[in-house]
């Protein structure tokens, strides 16, 4: 039972690139979500989806976009990576929107 | 919105020293609250959650915290800290399907 698997762990991105992060759970949760942690900041939520086939945004999503692929997946997408979207980024998952959430090793991204 | 807010960024404390952290929320519904903690490194792990019922809520490794609904707070506390501690501790709230986190509390626990 792998929990909320991240890939990748680690990505250098140059300003203007685009990649995708992935992010997997095997507990049959409902709700899944993607937060950025900056230093002082917390986590603040980029997207949510409550429930496959819907997404949401969150708190900061300018600059992101998001796919459920299905129950299991939930990824992040950064069409043109600025150097403001340097920090460490988290996917997590909860049975349902507002309980306990899961979450996974993080992806530490740096662009330059 | 909901919204949570952290008193405190950084505490530093000796061995044995009791801990209170302070955590605030803003939210009209049903509320869910938590308590999470990154050790440096790691990913955030669950320490306790309040859903309903009795307002003190124990959780792991001697935390515990006290839903005061009148005062919309959530602080954690633990008696005696250890310096395996030594961490980021965030307050979180639920509501409207997702979970809002606060700016975290950055601990210090010198031998």
């Known amino acids: 039972n792998a929990g909320v698997t991240q890939t990748p762990k680690f990505q250098v991105l140059k300003t203007g690139q685009s990649m995708t992060l992935q992010c997997a759970q095997d507990?049959?949760?409902?709700?899944m979500y993607w937060y950025r942690q900056d230093p002082g900041m917390g986590l603040r939520l980029i997207y949510y989806s409550a429930s496959e086939g819907t997404t949401d945004k969150g708190e900061v999503p300018n600059g992101y976009n998001v796919s459920r692929l299905n129950k299991r997946e939930f990824s992040l997408r950064l069409e043109s990576a600025a150097p403001s979207q340097t920090s460490v980024y988290f996917c997590?998952?909860?049975?349902?929107?507002?309980?306990?959430?899961?979450f996974g090793q993080g992806t530490r991204l740096t662009v330059v | 919105a909901q919204s949570v807010s952290q008193h405190n960024h950084h505490v530093i404390l000796s061995e044995a020293a009791s801990l209170e952290l302070g955590c605030n929320y803003s939210?009209?519904?049903?509320?869910?609250l938590f308590w999470y903690v990154q050790y440096p490194g790691q990913h955030l792990q669950l320490l306790l959650k309040y859903f309903s019922g009795d307002p003190l809520v124990k959780g792991i490794k001697g935390f515990e915290a006290e839903f005061i609904k009148s005062k919309f707070s959530f602080n954690l506390r633990k008696p005696s800290v250890q310096w395996s501690d030594t961490a980021e501790y965030f307050c979180a709230t639920g509501g409207y399907n997702k979970l809002i986190f606060g700016a975290g509390t950055r601990l210090a626990v010198h031998p």
């Open positions: 507990m049959n949760h409902n709700s």
């Open positions: 997590a998952s909860s049975e349902q929107g507002e309980t306990e959430a899961f």
């Open positions: 939210y009209g519904g049903t509320v869910n």
